[in-house]
């Protein structure tokens, strides 16, 4: 497969091999692109178009968001119990000499989203901490939207 991929798909295909749970948003320019099953799932799960990219031998499904507003479409996959890894451009595009580098930054999971402007103001969202001890259990929780904490 990989010598039918551009090198561009090559690092995306490396990279994804990586995360092969969560949908990864690969950094393009602009947008943060979906290819192959994660763009068939994003594009559902989403509403957002499918597309194609013509690769050599193939047609790659792929979708895309504008990278200023991905956070919206972030919280909306969360919201569904998808896991989303996060493949940023790590060096200026204008300096890359080939291949602009790119690595996972960030990994957003439904127990990880804390961003306040994108979760549920009408729901609880609680963080726990349990220790053991010998014998005893200590607990620990707080609403991280509210700022109150609890323990036992």
């Known amino acids: 497969m ?3 991929l551009t090198p561009m798909m090559e690092q995306y295909v490396k990279i994804k091999n990586q995360y092969p749970n969560e949908i990864l948003f690969y950094r ?13 799932k994003a594009s559902k799960a989403l509403g957002l178009t499918l597309t194609r990219r ?6 790659i499904p792929m ?12 919280s909306k996959l969360i919201e569904q119990g998808f896991k989303v890894a996060i493949c940023d451009q790590v060096e ?7 291949l602009v580098k790119r690595e ?3 990994i957003v999971t439904p127990g990880t989203f804390t961003d306040l402007n994108y979760l549920n103001s009408n729901e609880n969202n609680y963080l726990m901490s349990i220790i053991y001890s010998g014998y005893n259990v200590s607990i620990s929780y707080s609403d991280y939207s509210t700022g109150e904490l609890f323990t036992t």
């Open 63 to 74: 979708c895309g968001v504008p990278y200023h507003v991905s956070e919206t479409y972030i």
């Open 104 to 106: 996972v930054t960030r």
């Open 92 to 98: 200026d595009p204008k300096l890359a000499k080939n």
């Open 2 to 4: 990989s010598n039918s």
């Open 28 to 40: 393009l320019g602009d947008f943060y692109e979906m290819f192959f099953d994660d763009a068939l």
């Open 54 to 59: 013509s690769n050599k031998t193939q047609d």
